[in-house]
């Protein structure tokens, strides 16, 4: 297996929900990333797990709160946000070198 | 501080021409550089990277890049363009200023949208 899978693909929330977004790979890779992109721009990093341990966290917003369940798994967990925050948003991995990227959860508050 | 840049919001190309995507950077110590391209909707595909060895690199789909140290340049090539290349593109180097023991983090360009027109 050598992709990164997310789900779900598209998610449209209100700012009092509270909702969670997965990423999958079962590559061995041992950092993985959360990603926050806006429409024509480059990806800006949010989270960094390595080791299944929190290692960077870009000045996020406390209403994105990551979670690392094991060396597979990654959740980004979503409450009362706004709309500012739709975004598509990217998980990737690593283990050397390149990233990985999955497509991405396009994500919509309203 | 480490940097990349990609000069060109647009490139526009007949297909069958060749196609350059520009990107120079700016880092500490030896360059780990990298190529992705972004179809609509889509995650990032890594392209090609270059860590040492040969300036010319070869990557996915017949794209290929060519490292210039003197130049500090790392543009992305192809002899000859597909409709379907067109995408948007995002040269990336290694961030050394971040810590992280099991990985790299990424600078990125700002990328560059490129449409390939039959």
């Known amino acids: 297996d050598t992709e990164v899978t997310q789900t779900p693909k598209h998610l449209v929330m209100g700012m009092t929900n509270k909702k969670s977004l997965k990423c999958e790979q079962h590559?061995?890779?041992?950092?993985m990333y959360w990603y926050k992109q806006k429409a024509k721009k480059p990806p800006e990093l949010m989270f960094v797990?390595?080791?299944?341990?929190?290692?960077i966290n870009e000045s996020v917003p406390s209403r994105f709160s990551p979670e690392c369940p094991n060396s597979s798994l990654l959740n980004l967990h979503l409450h009362a946000l706004q709309p500012e925050d739709s975004a598509l948003y990217l998980c990737?991995?690593?283990?050397?070198?390149?990233?990985?990227f999955g497509p991405g959860t396009r994500l919509t508050v309203l | 501080a480490q940097s990349v840049a990609q000069p060109e919001d647009q490139v526009n190309v007949a297909e069958g021409n060749p196609l350059t995507v520009k990107c120079t950077y700016s880092?500490?110590?030896?360059?780990?550089l990298f190529w992705y391209v972004q179809y609509p909707n889509r995650g990032l595909q890594f392209l090609l990277k270059?860590?040492?060895?040969?300036?010319l690199v070869k990557g996915s789909y017949g794209f290929e890049a060519e490292f210039n140290k003197s130049q500090t340049s790392f543009h992305l090539k192809k002899p000859s363009a597909l409709v379907s290349d067109s995408a948007l593109y995002f040269c990336?180097?290694?961030?050394?200023?971040?810590?992280?023991?099991?990985?790299?983090?990424?600078?990125f360009g700002g990328g560059t949208r490129l449409m390939v027109k039959p």
């Open positions: 990737a991995s690593s283990r050397d070198r390149e990233q990985f």
């Open positions: 590559m061995g890779h041992r950092a």
């Open positions: 797990y390595s080791y299944e341990k929190l290692s």
């Open positions: 880092v500490s110590g030896n360059p780990y």
């Open positions: 270059y860590i040492t060895g040969d300036n």
């Open positions: 990336a180097v290694r961030d050394i200023t971040k810590n992280n023991n099991a990985g790299n983090m990424l600078t």
